[in-house]
């Protein structure tokens, strides 16, 4: 059974920096992309940034690009989302997902296993 724990999140000033974790079991993943997705109150679920876990190819929003890095420690099962340079419209439930086809898309349904989020707050 895949499980996902997301951790890391909180608040922060505009401008900060937050590094979320997303710890990964129950499976060997080295076939997987590993996603992060987001969202707000009264919004729709986005796209954040996805992981290709063998290669490391990365893909992100253009919301977040050059700000966010996506990135996988094999060792330790876990996949990062460094978060720098935040802004409030950045504030949100985050989740990790893991797509067991390969698929490197920002499709949410892709996805069939999701963590259970954390809250990122930033303040203006």
């Known amino acids: 059974q895949v499980q996902l724990v997301d951790s890391g999140g909180g608040l922060v000033q505009t401008g900060g920096s937050l590094r979320l974790s997303c710890a990964a079991s129950?499976?060997?993943?080295?076939?997987?992309?590993m996603g992060w997705f987001r969202q707000a109150p009264g919004k729709e679920r986005e796209f954040v940034a996805a992981?290709?876990?063998?290669?490391?190819?990365?893909y992100y929003a253009d919301s977040v690009k050059g700000r966010f890095t996506i990135s996988r420690d094999n060792a330790k099962n876990t996949v990062y989302l460094q978060m720098n340079s935040l802004k409030p419209e950045d504030t949100a439930v985050y989740y990790c997902?893991?797509?067991?086809?390969?698929?490197?898309?920002?499709?949410?349904?892709?996805?069939?296993?999701w963590g259970q989020g954390t809250q990122v707050t930033v303040s203006s």
């Open positions: 997902a893991a797509n067991h086809r390969g698929l490197l898309t920002p499709n949410g349904r892709e996805y069939g296993y």
């Open positions: 129950g499976h060997t993943f080295s076939s997987y992309v």
């Open positions: 992981i290709r876990w063998s290669t490391g190819t990365a």
